[in-house]
């Protein structure tokens, strides 16, 4: 081939009509299929019967979709002791994932920015020390947890879980938003300071609004994040307040007698749908967080 | 003589930091601490305050459940992490390489890192069932002697949980490989075009070295994920058949709440974090360098 | 002798072993502007910040009308200052800009209405209080940043580079205009800059900085015309710079032989320095004048043969080869368009100055 050939941009030649790249789309798509197997199982099972599950292959499509399953997941299924199905579940970590995200996010914000911005002596090793506890075990830290919340009658309440997720986002969330505001030019903040602004006026006023794409990235880790724990609302949750996530084992796991697997998919199904919707919905913003978060520590 | 002001807006800033002071301090540093401690006690329900030395450690390690949880850890550990790079760098060439279409996909391969690990255990549960999964619809299909109960098997169970995981965290090597890809500069494509490198070629021996920071980024990231394993073992395997899949956080957890012994629960914890930190220093220390020599 | 205004007292500034400002003395007077020329490293930047508060001097101490600044943070200082970049508040509009640093104070919401729209005014941007700064042209953009910074009629503003982005047309306008506005408001201004066309223009006095120190402070006409030191002249316009040894030393004149000329430079004031002494000597392109005959006087002349033309449309640049082997720069405007008045290349010409131009020194 001429250097010239080699110059000019590649034609777009036909894909059928190229054979390596046939062959690259060819596994690119059979590897979609393989990720995307469970939930098309998970999906097919919890709309069939139980006739059916026993007599037709896992990959059988469902003769009729019924919904039987969805409704005793929600509603009938039992959790432990109550059989009220996994509903109650949903509502709790709700009432869980709300507070945590809001606080959180915003302690982490104001944590990156007083890092970034003002230069605080023992901050840096203060930051040292969050982000290696960060990386360990939760199992370590776990009994004196319990041992500072109980007397502090936070263990087993909705307040106590709250701040434990706080507790345990903090190293994630203050290193995000300490490279974002670390990116940002500092003229910024000496004009604002230039101009007579305090420590909590340059926060609210000219570093918050500017990191709103931030702030909706943040807010979509912690709240998936929180959503999907179980270690942390199995502990520290108490029975009130159990988040879906451990009903959710409570649920397929703890049963006695038969297993109805299609209840147990449809609860499954349920549990995901929040997290799979946010991904969804906000797909792009989580992927840039997900980057962006781990790239920069 | 000058009396020295104090900014006001300094003291304000050490004032928003005491949450994080606290945080770091009391619930990392202190706890880790004090369960140090409880670990040289011989603690049962309620913390004791006696010294037994290292007495919980030696009691630790005779013990077999301990020491099959520690092997089991290795084991998923390296297949994990392997796995992990080796198909989300493959995916992460693939979609580079089909910009159109692999765009699309790339949201197919990341959104099982949004599912939770319970979730994702039990799925693979499901899937895995010999009398109903993927067994029975292989020999529906008439392969009649085809096997694929690894979940019952106590050789294999370890790595159905190897699999389940490795499909829940592969798209974000995926995503982090990619978004490395992306920095890297768009010459160099070229240059290897002009040249006629073989593709393999390239990425095998140019861009792969060149991905050094966010390989390790993966790496630490996914190491992370392994010294924590547990959800996804409680909800597929609950540690069995037998002992065949259970992990060191596992044995803590029973040991600190079911069988009421902290000392020994503090003990194994202990250990389980001196590993991970002496696994991830190297780590952290390269990706430190690497970061000041790009900076 | 009134009391400076602003007053710089042998303050210094070290990072571990580099000095980047080395006891460094200024007096500035009310409503001047002074600008601080030099090239880069030369410390005018370090001591900028030191006048803003984002440094605090090694040693030596800093004064705005009588009071020490010592300890004083940023915002507590009558001082503001126009960033190079602007650093405006991307989501905020025009009027909020400027309204940020009213709001900190207890100002009626009319009263701050009214004082930004006058600074508006001033600036010229009546028009445009509701846009975002992304919305502006570079000028634009510039205007709002110093009416910002003048708002709150500090005592000093501090100025960095403030006319590096923009294009020369604007420059030019822009230059103008800055100097209206600061006449018109009677601020304090100290610019930073390595142009010097930016400080010859703005500034009323100049203070020319080499390695952390002050080198020469003036006029720009003084600091163009007798420049104190070789970096000085060689720093400012382009100079021919000369090394010579002194002849003669009387009080009414001095004479040197440069070895790259033919003829002693005599310069019509004296200097006191032994006879015999090294030094240099600055003539200036443009007072050189050319000419096909030989002139008349012993001294201040010398014979080439030219070498290169710029023909800028407003003057003629001419580098001529002397015979001694050195190059020179001369400049000569295009007063007429009679080709015997254009010099041709290879041409040999004669060159000569008058008494009063030449500038002696020896540092």
């Known amino acids: 081939m001429s250097a010239q050939q080699l110059m000019r941009p590649s034609a777009p030649r036909r894909w059928y009509a190229d054979p390596a790249r046939l062959a690259l789309l060819a596994l690119l798509v059979s590897a979609a299929l393989c990720f995307l197997l469970p939930l098309y199982v998970m999906s097919l099972t919890s709309f069939k019967s139980m006739e059916e599950i026993r007599n037709t292959s896992l990959f059988a499509l469902p003769p009729q979709l019924s919904f039987a399953a969805w409704q005793a997941a929600w509603s009938s299924a039992c959790t432990g002791v109550a059989c009220e199905g996994i509903s109650a579940g949903f509502w709790n970590s709700v009432l869980i994932v709300i507070p945590s995200t809001l606080i959180a996010v915003g302690l982490g914000a104001l944590n990156g920015y007083a890092l970034a911005f003002w230069r605080l002596r023992g901050a840096g090793s203060l930051f040292a020390v969050l982000m290696i506890g960060a990386f360990l075990p939760i199992q370590v830290m776990m009994l004196p947890l319990v041992r500072l919340l109980a007397p502090l009658h936070l263990v087993g309440t909705l307040t106590g879980i709250i701040i434990v997720h706080v507790i345990f986002s903090m190293p994630v969330m203050t290193l995000i938003f300490r490279n974002y505001y670390a990116a940002l030019p500092r003229e910024l903040f000496l004009a604002a300071r230039l101009d007579g602004a305090g420590f909590l006026y340059a926060f609210l006023r000219l570093m918050l609004p500017m990191s709103l794409p931030m702030l909706a990235v943040a807010a979509i880790m912690q709240a998936t994040g929180v959503w999907n724990d179980y270690l942390l609302g199995l502990v520290f949750a108490g029975r009130e307040h159990l988040p879906m996530t451990v009903q959710l084992n409570n649920l397929v796991n703890t049963t006695t007698g038969t297993r109805e697997y299609n209840v147990d998919m449809a609860a499954t199904l349920l549990t995901a749908l929040v997290p799979l919707l946010i991904y969804a919905l906000a797909g792009r913003w989580f992927v840039r967080g997900i980057a962006a978060g781990s790239l920069k520590a | ?295 | 002798m009134t009391t400076p205004y602003v007053r710089i007292d042998h303050v210094s500034k070290r990072y571990g072993d580099t000095v980047a400002v080395n006891n460094v003395s200024l007096d500035i007077n009310k409503g001047e502007i002074f600008c601080l020329l030099g090239g880069s490293g030369c410390g005018k930047t370090t001591l900028l910040r030191m006048l803003a508060g984002f440094e605090t001097p090694s040693s030596g101490a800093l004064y705005i009308d009588g009071q020490n600044l010592a300890d004083i943070p940023p915002y507590e200082r009558p001082v503001n200052m126009m960033f190079q970049s602007y650093a405006l508040f991307p989501h905020m509009s025009v009027e909020a800009n400027i309204s940020f640093g009213l709001e900190q104070e207890r100002i009626t919401r009319p009263e701050i209405k009214r004082r930004v729209a006058e600074i508006l005014d001033i600036v010229k941007l009546g028009d445009y209080a509701k846009r975002k700064p992304h919305q502006l042209s570079g000028g634009q953009r510039q205007r709002v940043a110093l009416a910002r910074a003048l708002v709150k009629r500090p005592k000093l503003l501090l100025l960095d580079e403030p006319l590096g982005a923009l294009d020369r047309k604007l420059r030019e306008h822009t230059q103008f205009e800055l100097i209206s506005i600061q006449e018109k408001l009677g601020v304090t201004f100290v610019v930073v800059t390595h142009d010097q066309e930016e400080a010859m223009t703005l500034a009323s006095r100049v203070g020319v900085m080499n390695r952390g120190e002050i080198v020469q402070v003036g006029t720009p006409r003084d600091i163009y015309e007798f420049p104190a030191t070789r970096f000085v002249a060689d720093f400012i316009g382009s100079v021919n710079l000369f090394d010579g040894k002194l002849s003669e030393d009387e009080p009414e004149f001095v004479r040197v032989g440069c070895p790259q000329l033919p003829a002693p430079v005599y310069i019509d004031h004296g200097m006191s320095a032994p006879p015999g002494a090294d030094c240099w000597v600055a003539i200036r392109p443009e007072k050189i004048e050319l000419g096909r005959t030989a002139p008349a006087g012993p001294d201040n002349w010398a014979h080439g043969v030219v070498q290169g033309i710029a023909y800028l449309g407003d003057m003629s640049v001419y580098l001529i080869r002397l015979d001694s082997g050195r190059e020179v720069r001369v400049t000569q405007a295009n007063r007429t368009r009679k080709p015997e008045e254009q010099f041709k290349w290879d041409e040999s010409v004669y060159l000569c100055w008058d008494a009063g131009s030449p500038v002696v020194g020896m540092g």
């Not at chain 2, 067994?135 to 098997?153: I, K, P, T």
């Not at chain 2, 390239?202 to 547990?230: D, E, N, Q, R, S």
């Not at chain 2, 060191?248 to 590993?275: C, E, Q, W, Y």
């Open chain 2, 1 to 295: 003589m000058n009396t020295r002001r104090i900014d006001r807006g300094l003291r304000r800033a050490h004032l928003a930091l005491v949450p994080m002071a606290l945080v770091a301090l009391v619930c990392y540093l202190g706890a880790t601490l004090w369960s140090l401690r409880i670990s040289l006690s011989s603690s049962r329900s309620f913390p004791v305050s006696d010294f037994v030395g290292l007495a919980q450690y030696r009691r630790l390690f005779s013990n077999e459940r301990w020491l099959h949880s520690l092997g089991n850890l290795a084991t998923y550990g390296l297949l994990f992490v392997a796995a992990c790079l080796v198909i989300g760098w493959l995916l992460a060439i693939l979609i580079e390489r089909e910009v159109r279409i692999g765009g699309a996909l790339r949201l197919v391969f990341l959104y099982p890192y949004a599912m939770s690990f319970v979730a994702t255990g039990l799925v693979w549960q499901w899937m895995l069932n010999p009398g109903l999964g993927i067994q029975e619809a292989v020999r529906r299909w008439g392969f009649s002697e085809f096997r694929f109960d690894w979940l019952v098997d106590q050789d294999h169970a370890l790595y159905t949980i190897v699999i389940a995981t490795v499909w829940q965290a592969s798209g974000l090597v995926m995503t982090i490989l990619l978004a490395g890809m992306r920095g890297i500069d768009a010459d160099i494509w070229r240059a290897a075009r002009i040249d006629a490198v073989p593709a393999w070629r390239l990425h095998l021996w140019v861009i792969a070295p060149m991905l050094a920071a966010p390989f390790a980024t993966a790496t630490l990231l996914l190491l992370t994920g392994v010294a924590k394993l547990y959800d996804a073992v409680v909800a597929m395997t609950q540690g069995g058949p037998g002992t065949a899949s259970e992990v060191p956080t596992k044995f803590i957890m029973d040991h600190l709440f079911g069988r009421a012994n902290i000392a020994l629960a503090s003990a194994g914890a202990a250990v389980l974090v001196l590993s991970a930190l002496i696994v991830m220093m190297p780590l952290f220390y390269a990706r430190a360098r690497s970061n000041r020599r790009n900076a």
